[in-house]
């Protein structure tokens, strides 16, 4: 079952070729030194080793800034590994008639249509996983973990309704949440722990990364973005173009100087520094990453 057309995204840039930019790129981006520079390198660095070698799929909007650092980094090297942007939000419901909680309705047919399609664009179709020689991880920061509950639901039920070998698909799934740092005593909130589905896959297969919580506020709440939330009464309607006002244009020089940065030999190696302390790197595919990210 497919659209007539497609759902159609809003617009973002391709920031690997930023000199098509033109009049949109303030001069001098691409030497700007965002503020939150060490604590994104740290995070990056820990979420690659944490994928489990898988392609890289940022859902939302959030983790942008991380997306354009590692993008940048592993096409300078090569990797084998793609990094990949699904712009789906989950977000939306309305107050219920008394206002006294909050009422999240269902997917609409097309809507789950639209989900799929945009699923399968990267490489997470129920067919495209059973054959697939890597995982797909999907990132994102998670507080409650709704929204890798919701893309899970859309990907679970359209593994049953493909007839596709669902004990196959699962070793291919990987979800690795960037949370905020805190406490960690026993008692502390695990999102994890709350969601049923992650008890379908392995331990593995969902892992966090901590970030700064400053840091981990601006990237979720407060961060300028280069397109406008993609939430599901969108998800069927017409494509955007991105706005160009002058918030938009430091927006992008931000993202332009990240890219720019994970290309550089400096960028490169503090990546590689801190996938340094991480298990994953006694696993063949990482090391080799990480001498590659050094050289």
Same mark, same amino acid.
């Given at each position: 079952?497919?659209?007539?057309?497609g759902? !159609?995204?809003?617009?973002r840039?391709?920031?690997?070729?930023?000199?098509?930019?033109?009049?949109?790129?303030? !001069?001098?981006?691409q030497h700007?030194?965002?503020?939150?520079?060490?604590?994104?390198?740290?995070?990056?660095?820990?979420?690659?080793?944490r994928?489990g070698?898988?392609?890289?799929?940022?859902?939302?909007?959030?983790?942008?800034?991380?997306f354009?650092l590692l993008?940048?980094?592993?096409?300078? #090297?090569g990797?084998? /590994?793609?990094?990949?942007?699904?712009p789906?939000?989950? /977000?939306?419901?309305?107050?219920?008639?008394?206002?006294?909680?909050? #009422?999240?309705?269902?997917?609409?047919?097309?809507?789950?249509? *639209?989900?799929?399609e945009?699923?399968?664009?990267?490489?997470?179709?129920?067919?495209?996983?059973?054959?697939?020689g890597?995982?797909?991880?999907?990132?994102?920061?998670?507080?409650?973990?709704?929204?890798?509950?919701?893309?899970?639901?859309?990907?679970?039920?359209?593994?049953?309704?493909?007839? *596709?070998?669902?004990?196959?698909?699962?070793?291919?799934?990987?979800?690795?949440?960037?949370?905020?740092?805190?406490?960690?005593?026993?008692?502390?909130?695990?999102w /994890? !722990?709350?969601?049923?589905?992650t008890?379908?896959?392995?331990g *593995?297969?969902?892992?966090n990364?901590?970030?700064?919580? !400053?840091?981990?506020s601006?990237?979720?709440n407060?961060?300028?973005?280069?397109?406008?939330?993609?939430?599901?009464?969108?998800?069927?309607?017409?494509?955007?173009?991105?706005?160009?006002g002058?918030?938009?244009r430091?927006?992008?020089a931000?993202?332009?100087?990240?890219?720019?940065?994970?290309?550089?030999?400096?960028?490169r190696?503090?990546?590689?520094?801190?996938?340094?302390?991480e298990?994953?790197?006694? /696993?063949?595919?990482?090391?080799?990453?990480?001498?590659r990210?050094?050289g």
């Amino acid at each position: 079952m497919t659209s007539p057309a497609g759902p !159609e995204p809003p617009f973002r840039w391709d920031l690997v070729a930023p000199d098509r930019l033109g009049s949109m790129l303030p !001069e001098g981006a691409q030497h700007a030194e965002p503020w939150f520079l060490d604590a994104l390198v740290e995070c990056a660095g820990r979420v690659l080793a944490r994928s489990g070698g898988g392609d890289l799929v940022f859902v939302g909007r959030s983790l942008d800034s991380m997306f354009d650092l590692l993008g940048g980094a592993l096409a300078e #090297v090569g990797a084998e /590994q793609r990094v990949l942007r699904l712009p789906l939000s989950f /977000q939306r419901g309305a107050p219920s008639p008394s206002g006294r909680r909050w #009422v999240v309705p269902e997917l609409t047919p097309r809507q789950l249509v *639209a989900a799929r399609e945009l699923l399968a664009s990267v490489g997470a179709s129920p067919a495209l996983l059973a054959r697939a020689g890597r995982p797909v991880t999907f990132v994102d920061v998670v507080s409650s973990g709704s929204t890798f509950t919701d893309l899970f639901g859309v990907l679970r039920e359209w593994v049953e309704d493909a007839g *596709a070998p669902w004990r196959t698909v699962r070793r291919r799934l990987r979800f690795v949440g960037v949370t905020r740092r805190g406490t960690t005593s026993p008692n502390a909130f695990r999102w /994890q !722990e709350e969601a049923p589905w992650t008890r379908e896959l392995s331990g *593995a297969s969902v892992l966090n990364v901590s970030l700064d919580p !400053e840091v981990w506020s601006w990237f979720g709440n407060w961060q300028d973005k280069l397109t406008r939330s993609y939430r599901p009464d969108r998800w069927t309607g017409a494509g955007e173009d991105p706005e160009r006002g002058e918030r938009t244009r430091q927006a992008l020089a931000e993202a332009v100087a990240l890219v720019s940065y994970g290309r550089s030999r400096e960028g490169r190696r503090r990546i590689a520094r801190a996938v340094a302390g991480e298990p994953a790197l006694s /696993q063949p595919w990482l090391r080799s990453l990480a001498r590659r990210l050094n050289g």
